[in-house]
């Protein structure tokens, strides 16, 4: 057994043995799960994905004179913030859209340019056009401002990601005769294609699927800076479809996290738009896991081959809320290009970058090996199986009322 106090001890004098969870696969083979627990202290993840659930608080600081946006209108580039807050802070959502954004009339919803790309913009350092509109008070006289905003201006940014780093997902097929348009991509129709979203044997939840290491408070990579875990995330649903050694093949967990969005950068932020759905943003994530005994080196030692998702069509049974299965797959299976579902071979796509969280994992090895970066307790476990905790969808909250 060893502590994260332990473990942090070691990376203070420099004496930390810390690998990606790629390189532990390959330890662990060599050594078995016992002598890879004695040699390894830390295994870092990574992921890189769109995640919608993203966003960022502001404080754009007064006005001479001030100014009340609370309440009132602000954009961005053109893309509309949330004001409800108080006077000066504002909130901008990755999938916040222009009003007025020219849509492509074949494919509605071609937007060009969303609120995750003005958070790679910010990110990056460049000059946001802020416009905003308000009433006037006696106390904040000022009915419009226009200026320009970037990451040395402003009070304070962060950012806060009430739904990110999924611990598995669905992989998307299309049963119906038509292309469809989807927040996994382009799916064609009569299942010619496949579309998943994974780190596969990088992904962090993955890594640690009982939650014994990742909880409330964990510090982690966040978008090219140092983040922690402020929640369990939106839809975390831990009592999902598991193997017998209880990794998850299904959703299961999410996070919900929190990072001074001064101190990122856009390599690790990127906007995107997916034709016929929307705006997103792409987020790089990243979690150190303690090796702090033989469990944990065999969970973070599994491989693609270990992994499991679900098949569901996206076509016709995902908009009618219908959760079945038409079978289950390896992310090995994924990787390899083709999956066969019913004697039909598939083509497979990645809609999540495994090179940049190979890059996000390596990344975070080095801070932690150079001591830069030191691990914490959680605070408070995430919620487990059998938690209670589950995913309701609209319709059932209605029934539930009547």
Request: proline residues 5%.
């Amino acid at each position: 057994m060893k502590t994260i106090e332990e473990i942090n001890e070691k990376i203070k004098k420099g004496k930390v043995v810390v690998v990606t969870a790629e390189e532990m696969i390959e330890i662990t083979k060599e050594k078995g799960t016992k002598g890879a627990a004695q040699h390894v202290d830390v295994v870092t993840t990574g992921t890189f994905g769109p995640m919608c659930g993203s966003g960022m608080f502001m404080n754009l600081g007064h006005s001479k004179p001030r100014i009340k946006i609370g309440g009132g209108r602000c954009y961005l580039n053109d893309v509309p913030a949330y004001t409800g807050i108080a006077a000066v802070d504002i909130y901008i959502g990755a999938t916040a859209i222009p009003e007025d954004d020219p849509r492509n009339t074949v494919y509605p919803g071609a937007f060009k340019y969303g609120g995750g790309h003005v958070i790679e913009d910010f990110v990056s350092g460049k000059n946001i056009n802020l416009v905003a509109l308000s009433y006037g008070t006696d106390c904040y006289p000022r009915k419009k401002i226009e200026t320009f905003i970037n990451k040395d201006n402003v009070n304070e940014a962060y950012l806060y990601n009430p739904r990110n780093g999924y611990q598995n997902y669905n992989v998307a097929v299309n049963l119906s005769n038509r292309v469809i348009h989807t927040y996994m991509g382009v799916l064609k129709p009569n299942m010619n294609s496949a579309n998943y979203c994974s780190a596969g044997q990088l992904s962090p939840l993955l890594k640690d699927p009982l939650y014994r290491t990742i909880g409330i408070g964990t510090r982690i990579f966040l978008g090219g800076g140092i983040g922690y875990i402020a929640w369990y995330g939106t839809q975390h649903n831990p009592d999902v479809l598991r193997g017998p050694d209880g990794i998850p093949r299904a959703g299961a967990g999410t996070l919900a996290v929190i990072g001074d969005a001064k101190n990122m950068n856009g390599m690790f932020l990127k906007g995107a738009s997916f034709i016929g759905y929307g705006a997103t943003l792409f987020v790089g994530l990243g979690i150190p896991i303690p090796i702090l005994d033989e469990e944990m080196a065999y969970y973070t030692s599994r491989s693609d081959d270990d992994f499991w998702a679900q098949v569901v069509d996206y076509g016709i049974d995902y908009p009618d809320r219908v959760s079945k299965s038409l079978c289950e797959v390896t992310y090995g299976q994924l990787k390899s290009g083709t999956i066969t579902i019913n004697g039909k071979e598939i083509p497979t796509f990645p809609i999540s970058s495994y090179s940049k969280a190979l890059e996000i994992a390596t990344l975070l090895k080095n801070w932690i090996g150079e001591g830069q970066f030191l691990l914490t307790n959680p605070v408070q476990p995430l919620p487990g199986a059998g938690s209670g905790i589950k995913i309701n969808t609209l319709e059932e909250r209605i029934l539930e009322s009547i």
